[in-house]
């Protein structure tokens, strides 16, 4: 299995630069989302994981500065807790989640930039 991380551009300008995560902050959570925000540290990335069949989209976090293809991230939903488990890997990243958090808004962001991850990724399979 590959590391989780982001999807690699070549160049910082290229239209794939940024696919596959978002940033997210404690101090701009509240604006777009109704639960309050559930990670342990004030900055970080909500990432697409990279694809694996018959396991579906996975969602992780990564604190700010944590973010490069070493580290693996904090999984969020069901289908990244199964893709590290199969592949014997575990979170390396400190920091994560507050107790009794409501991951269901950032596992939806996840899920969203999957989506976008996907869409750009075929619009560039056609240039």
């Known amino acids: ?22 940033s997210v902050r ?6 777009d989302n109704d639960k309050p925000y559930p990670f342990t540290v004030e900055y970080g990335e ?3 994981g990279q694809p694996h069949a018959g396991i579906g989209r996975q969602v992780f976090f990564l604190p700010e500065n944590l973010t490069d293809e ?15 488990k199969q592949a014997g890997l575990e979170p390396n990243v400190p920091y994560s989640i507050k107790e009794g958090a409501d991951l269901s ?18 619009r560039a399979d056609y240039h």
């Open 70 to 84: 070493s580290y693996i991230g904090t999984p969020l939903n069901k289908a990244a807790s199964d893709s590290l």
């Open 46 to 48: 909500i990432v697409c």
């Open 26 to 31: 404690d101090s701009s959570w509240p604006v």
């Open 1 to 22: 299995m590959g590391q989780v991380g982001c999807t690699p551009a070549p160049e910082p300008n290229g239209e794939l630069y940024g696919a596959g995560f978002i």
């Open 105 to 122: 808004e950032a596992i939806q962001i996840g899920l969203r930039v999957c989506d976008e991850q996907k869409e750009l990724l075929n």
